[in-house]
């Protein structure tokens, strides 16, 4: 895939305000990391927009499937106070 999209969904993403961005995806931010906690399928997942990086916690590995990388920036983007379950997404109420 381009990294040109990472770059740019990234970079997107560190420009939001993290408050905003956490009132609609249902994440946390830690403010020493720069990194977004945004739990995904059972796992927890810091997303590092300043480092244009995805981490799995548990682990500690470094994400880098293509298609998870897009989802997941997309829906920090884009989220609308859903959050994120196994069938689907679950509106806040």
């Not at 895939?1 to 993290?18: A, C």
Request: aromatic share 14%; with cysteine; net charge positive.
């Amino acid at each position: 895939m381009n990294m040109s999209i990472y770059n740019d969904t990234f970079h997107e993403l560190s420009n939001k305000d993290p408050n905003d961005v956490c009132q609609r995806a249902f994440c946390t931010y830690d403010i020493k990391m720069k990194s977004y906690i945004l739990p995904v399928w059972g796992e927890d997942y810091g997303i590092y927009p300043h480092e244009g990086k995805i981490i799995r916690i548990q682990n500690d590995r470094l994400v880098t499937d293509d298609f998870f990388i897009v989802f997941i920036t997309h829906y920090l983007l884009n989220a609308k106070n859903q959050r994120l379950k196994k069938n689907g997404y679950q509106k806040r109420i």
